[in-house]
């Protein structure tokens, strides 16, 4: 179907909050649509959504056993050391970066081309 053959429908508000109402009364979200002709799996739960009826959303509940709560935990206390970890080792870095960033203003080089090539001229001739 082309777009300039497609029905677009606009609902009233009291449409809306009738439909909602309905819902609230005990009809179900699929004998409704089936009802009034309503298309999009979602429509009639934003409706639900913006009129402050979310009892009637369904409501996902998690079981976990102990276990997997303590995994849970954790992996979440690993997580939060590894992080924690890498932070340091980013702040470290930057701290090496900026003192060899330093000593070559100072000293007037250029510290990462030149590491360790006095070293090993001086253990040649010695």
Known sequence: M?????EIRRYSISFKKQVVEELENGSSIVFLQ????????????????????YHLLN???????????????????????LRDALADSIIANKCLETLI?????????DLKKNFGTGVLKKGRKG
């Open 34 to 53: 089936k009802k009034y002709g309503i298309g999009g799996a979602d429509t009639i739960q934003n409706w639900v959504k913006s009129f402050g009826r």
């Open 101 to 109: 960033d330093v000593a070559n203003q100072e000293y007037k080089t």
């Open 59 to 81: 409501k996902t509940i998690r079981i976990e056993t102990m276990d997997e709560k303590d995994r849970l935990k954790q992996l979440e206390a690993e997580n939060r050391k």
């Open 2 to 6: 082309t777009k300039a053959g497609r």
